[in-house]
């Protein structure tokens, strides 16, 4: 099956579609809440097929060289679960709040061998 790529005018590649849908002179849409206005394109161009590991703006694209890794793509983050940050949050306020009373009680017993001269 023929899938349209999306590519501007610096060769990048910013979306694709197995069934490009032109809405209107100026809009495509690759998906049915994916649009683009022309402004963001250059050219769309008909593939059989893509890289595996494809993701929008990982790769260029020339008519000679076909898929070219861009050198300015950058590798998406881990999608970090809230509820573990929540769960870290808690776990080191406690270290701090134990630490803090442990730093209290050294405080107190510097003070007294200080002060009192015994401990």
Do not use: H
């Amino acid at each position: 099956m023929a899938k349209s790529i999306l590519v501007t005018n610096e060769g990048i590649v910013i979306g694709y579609s197995d069934n490009l849908l032109i809405i209107d002179e100026n809009t495509v849409a690759i998906s049915p809440n994916k649009r683009f206005a022309k402004s963001a394109y250059s050219e769309i161009i008909e593939m059989n097929e893509i890289p595996l590991d494809y993701q929008d703006y990982k790769y260029k694209y020339d008519k000679l060289n076909g898929f070219i890794l861009n050198e300015n793509s950058v590798e998406p983050q881990e999608i970090v679960d809230p509820n573990q940050l929540r769960e870290e949050n808690v776990a080191l306020k406690q270290q701090v709040q134990e630490l803090t009373e442990k730093q209290a009680l050294m405080q107190q017993a510097l003070d007294d061998l200080i002060l009192g001269g015994t401990l």
